[in-house]
């Protein structure tokens, strides 16, 4: 009996020695290895609060995942005005961007236009666009309950001299390894965050249902809410190709 109490505190000596054991970059794998769905079609609703006014808009989202690992993302916009937003993101390359406006011109998002205000929020082009696991280093900071949340907190440096911010640091819920928080620094300041909110299971998968993108005076901010969603179901992709943005 005494062997088999001994061995059963070993094991549970062993397990949370491998948990404590975790390094910065395992924690962020195990995160980006929760389940994720191949397609997906949501209505979300936005509201943007700025300068004391809240300006209300709608839109729909369809993503896809590629045989190839890359990623399309389609965002249109019915209310107020017709908007489209195409993304391809890719594993090994910057992302492409093109934005449909009102007037039915396309442009492509370049490079240096990705941190400007996406449709007057408090979201930016480079917040649309994909990251990639690969994109930064990491570094374990101190944990912390943020959002009621035990998390571990991570440090991301960016690998590439591109990125728009200088770092961010990662919420990462210790229960389950979901991102409950983001912290965007951008010329060494704290610039703003990104909270989920409302996360249920959907079909096995975990989702915020409500998500704030919050300035650093806490007045500013932009909700994205979401009115309905379905995973795994077949969306046509020709819907994803430029030409079909006009």
């Not at 191949?38 to 004391?52: E, F, L, N, Y």
């Not at 594993?91 to 998002?109: A, F, H, N, T």
Request: charged share 30%.
């Amino acid at each position: 009996m005494k062997k088999n109490i001994l061995f059963i505190i070993f094991l549970i000596l062993f397990s949370t020695q491998t948990v404590l054991a975790l390094t910065a970059r395992e924690i962020v794998e195990k995160s980006d290895n929760l389940p994720q769905s191949t397609t997906t079609m949501s209505d979300m609703k936005m509201s943007i609060h700025s300068g004391g006014s809240i300006i209300d808009k709608e839109f729909n989202l369809e993503a896809v995942e590629t045989a190839k690992n890359d990623s399309k993302t389609l965002i249109t916009f019915t209310k107020p005005s017709k908007l489209k937003l195409l993304t391809h993101s890719h594993p090994d390359k910057e992302d492409d961007q093109w934005l449909m406006m009102s007037s039915g011109k396309v442009k492509r998002i370049t490079a240096s236009g990705k941190e400007k205000s996406f449709v007057n929020s408090h979201f930016s082009y480079e917040d649309l666009s994909s990251r990639k696991i690969n994109d930064y280093t990491y570094t374990q900071l101190s944990d912390e309950t943020t959002l009621t949340f035990p998390c571990y907190r991570i440090e991301g440096t960016p690998t590439t001299k591109d990125n728009v911010y200088d770092k961010v640091i990662l919420y990462v819920r210790q229960k389950d390894f979901f991102v409950v928080r983001i912290d965007f620094f951008k010329k060494g300041k704290y610039l703003k965050r990104l909270e989920n909110h409302d996360i249920r299971v959907v079909d096995g998968i975990l989702t915020p249902f409500d998500v704030r993108m919050i300035e650093t005076d806490d007045k500013e901010w932009t909700g994205l809410h979401i009115a309905s969603i379905t995973y795994n179901q077949e969306i046509s992709s020709s819907k994803f190709n430029k030409e079909a943005l006009r």
